[in-house]
């Protein structure tokens, strides 16, 4: 098959590792990069050893099979569908959009174009995740019952090169960081079809805390010298119903100072429980425990893709066109998590369950799948 030809837009901190991986896929041929700031796009091209572009001009060039938007979350809908209007395939960062609606026309658009749509969060393809997927479908536990994830902090202000835009409308844990967790209870668990839930921001603004004086992202500062106003919520729990029976609690959070005990997913069932690795990350131990064991095991990890395999969905998109089948990071996944954390800021706002007709489950990733490409 010949290489899926990908073109980056948005040479920010995300971008390094899907140029490492994407550049040592044999199905994937990285050719081109794009930024608003001229400057850094050459830089990362001469590093890269690929051709430097304006968004416009790699949006539009022929060499470009594929537009990797790696820009921020509020234009993520933009540039998607200029790459959709253009004849390119396009795979976004996480989230799809920050709109419902646009999401829904970015899906649209590309039907009538014939061109794929695909988006992070892929980790859900990792051994990690594949793994305690495998496990469930095998009965192990027992019918999922029911389901826990937590993603709680204190915000990323004190670690962020240009923390703003997460306190901003589109930001939040929930659009920031929920991607993950629930496309790994989709995976694992299947659609969700009602959900509730309730958001608060628990702090009107953010202090920055640098820790050296000088340049703190685009800001010359000393440190602790500004604040973000925040426009967003920043402490969200939710109640999802799955389609298969099994009921989710979600908790995703800028605004908790410490933890202690919680495990990033656990999934319960009518025979044991089991532990699910942070869904942020391909890999990591899944571990169960019987109805009739007295203590934790680690199941043995079967299939592929435990390091850092961000890009593995564009390998995927790149198959499957080769193939004709769907993809599996698809737009259509990502517009039913995006569905699910708008859902909870609306069910919170509006006191009532939201009813959800997105729903979507991807195939499962084979444990041998794309055995050449590792």
């Not at 961000?310 to 390998?315: C, M």
Request: with cysteine.
């Amino acid at each position: 098959m010949r290489p899926l030809r990908v073109g980056f837009v948005g040479v920010g901190n995300i971008s390094g590792i899907y140029f490492q991986n994407l550049k040592a896929f044999p199905a994937t041929e990285v050719v081109a990069c794009a930024d608003i700031d001229a400057a850094r796009t050459q830089a990362v091209a001469d590093q890269h050893g690929v051709r430097a572009m304006t968004p416009d001009e790699l949006i539009a060039s022929p060499d470009v099979d594929l537009v990797l938007n790696l820009t921020i979350p509020k234009v993520h809908g933009d540039v998607a569908l200029q790459a959709v209007r253009a004849g390119k395939h396009v795979y976004n960062e996480k989230p799809l959009t920050i709109d419902l609606d646009q999401a829904r026309q970015l899906l649209d658009e590309a039907d009538a174009k014939g061109v794929r749509v695909g988006c992070a969060p892929d980790t859900f393809l990792g051994g990690g995740q594949q793994t305690a997927r495998a496990a469930i479908e095998s009965g192990l536990i027992g019918t999922p019952i029911g389901a826990q994830a937590f993603m709680i902090g204190h915000g990323p202000e004190a670690w962020h090169p240009n923390p703003d835009f997460f306190y901003k409308p589109g930001g939040g844990p929930m659009l920031d960081m929920g991607p993950y967790y629930v496309t790994a209870l989709v995976n694992m668990l299947g659609p969700v079809k009602r959900l509730t839930g309730s958001a608060r921001a628990s702090f009107a603004q953010r202090p920055v805390v640098a820790t050296n004086a000088g340049f703190y992202g685009s800001r010359e500062m000393e440190p602790g010298s500004y604040s973000i106003d925040v426009e967003t919520p920043t402490h969200l729990t939710a109640v999802l119903d799955f389609e298969g029976g099994a009921i989710g609690e979600l908790t995703t959070s800028f605004d908790v100072w410490h933890t202690d005990g919680l495990f990033p997913i656990a999934i319960y069932g009518s025979e044991g429980s089991m532990l699910v690795p942070d869904p942020n990350n391909f890999g990591g131990d899944v571990k169960v425990r019987r109805h009739d064991e007295s203590d934790w095991r680690v199941l043995p990890v079967e299939h592929g893709f435990n390091e850092n395999t961000r890009g593995l969905g564009v390998l995927d998109i790149a198959h499957a066109i080769a193939e004709g089948r769907e993809h599996r990071a698809s737009g259509r996944l990502a517009l039913h998590a995006l569905d699910v954390m708008l859902g909870v800021a609306r069910a919170s706002e509006e006191g009532k369950h939201q009813l959800l007709t997105s729903g979507i489950r991807p195939e499962a990733l084979a444990s041998d799948a794309f055995a050449d490409q590792r």
